[in-house]
């Protein structure tokens, strides 16, 4: 069986999920004190929601979780453990952690994220890939006196992936300079500029400056933009729009409360 969630385990053990006052169904009793059947439910979806298959041998561990549990609270107890502050302080963030996280599922049911906002989101992504992507080489050194004669070997015949081992950067040097299928957005300004306007198998004939020292940049190949599928990466996309929404909901929130 899955390992169980820690926050889930405090707040099980400390009693937080509490019965309703009106249900009386046990699971089972330890030491004459009945653990509730509504644990063992939440447990169970804990681990139906982490991909654990519903069977007997499931609810038989889960079971015997919670007896275990509920020995050790109950021998907690005895010895005042749950008097103790720092202890209180725990149990009172577990059980805070646990109504956050109920809140939280419970917005996002209730402010789902759109179709037409994943499609304007997947349609905003292709235009700043731009119509085109790129694959370029580049040969990265600290000096423009190095690349200068960088260049110069390239121009005497020399191959772009015998310069490349002389690259600073490590991602890339080992395979030629190789860069892969790239969109000129993925690179800062003086790097893009000087890539999208060489012809397919030219290299700079003068060194590029950026932030990170001197570029000789050769372009392999062009080709239009291959964007994947909507429905691809729809599920990514749903995902992180969710998130942000979450994310603004939380701030939305923090700016209101009243705060001394």
Not at 23 to 50: D, F, T
Not at 79 to 87: Q, T, W, Y
């Amino acid at each position: 069986m899955k390992r169980f969630p820690s926050r889930l385990a405090i707040a099980l053990m400390a009693g937080f999920i509490a019965l309703p006052a009106a249900a009386a169904e046990s699971l089972a009793k330890v030491n004459g004190i009945a653990i509730p059947a509504e644990r063992a439910e939440a447990m169970l979806a804990e681990q139906r929601a982490q991909g654990a298959p519903e069977s007997q041998q499931l609810k038989d561990a889960v079971r015997e979780e919670l007896i275990r549990r509920e020995v050790l609270s109950q021998e907690a107890t005895n010895k005042g453990l749950a008097k103790k502050a720092d202890v209180q302080a725990q149990m009172e963030m577990a059980k805070q952690a646990i109504l956050i996280r109920a809140y939280l599922q419970d917005f996002v049911k209730n402010n789902p994220v759109s179709d037409a906002d994943l499609k304007k989101e997947y349609d905003a992504i292709k235009g700043r890939m731009g119509d085109k992507e790129y694959k370029p080489r580049h040969v990265l050194v600290e000096t423009e006196d190095e690349a200068k004669a960088i260049i110069a070997k390239l121009q005497s015949g020399t191959a772009f992936e015998e310069v490349a081992k002389d690259s600073r950067d490590p991602g890339s040097k080992d395979r030629g300079g190789d860069l892969g299928w790239s969109n000129p957005g993925m690179f800062v300004k003086p790097f893009s500029d000087a890539m999208v306007g060489l012809e397919k198998g030219k290299f700079t004939t003068t060194p590029v400056k950026s932030d990170f020292g001197y570029h000789v940049i050769q372009l392999d190949d062009v080709r239009a933009t291959q964007a994947p599928p909507f429905e691809e990466v729809k599920p990514q996309l749903q995902q992180r729009l969710q998130q942000q929404k979450v994310e603004k909901h939380v701030l939305d929130l923090r700016a209101k409360a009243k705060v001394e």
